[in-house]
């Protein structure tokens, strides 16, 4: 299956991963940001506490940095974006 997908022209040159990155649009990113980001929204946003936990040094359980990396996504996705279409400019 994977020697397929790498014949048919799979790449995962960094100019094909932001091309990629590009064709997302951006409120697409926003509302990613603001739904899988921020969510759950109580008591505190849980990239919020991922952050705290990570400043304070403990951000250690498998589970915990699962979760800095889900709910960070969005947010790194938009950064990328918005700097590549800002030097395209």
């Given at each position: 299956?994977?020697a397929?997908?790498?014949?048919s022209?799979?790449?995962?040159?960094p100019?094909?991963m932001?091309?990629?990155?590009?064709s997302?649009?951006i409120?697409?990113l926003?509302?990613?940001?603001?739904?899988l980001?921020?969510?759950?929204?109580?008591?505190?946003?849980?990239i919020w506490?991922?952050l705290?936990?990570?400043?304070?040094?403990n951000l250690?359980?498998?589970m915990d940095i699962?979760?800095f990396l889900?709910?960070?996504?969005?947010?790194?996705?938009?950064?990328?974006?918005?700097i590549v279409?800002?030097f395209?400019?």
């Amino acid at each position: 299956m994977w020697a397929r997908l790498f014949e048919s022209g799979f790449d995962l040159r960094p100019t094909t991963m932001i091309s990629l990155i590009q064709s997302i649009p951006i409120p697409i990113l926003v509302v990613l940001c603001l739904t899988l980001g921020l969510a759950p929204f109580s008591p505190e946003p849980h990239i919020w506490e991922k952050l705290k936990m990570l400043a304070a040094g403990n951000l250690t359980r498998p589970m915990d940095i699962f979760d800095f990396l889900l709910h960070g996504a969005p947010f790194l996705l938009l950064a990328i974006r918005l700097i590549v279409s800002g030097f395209q400019k």
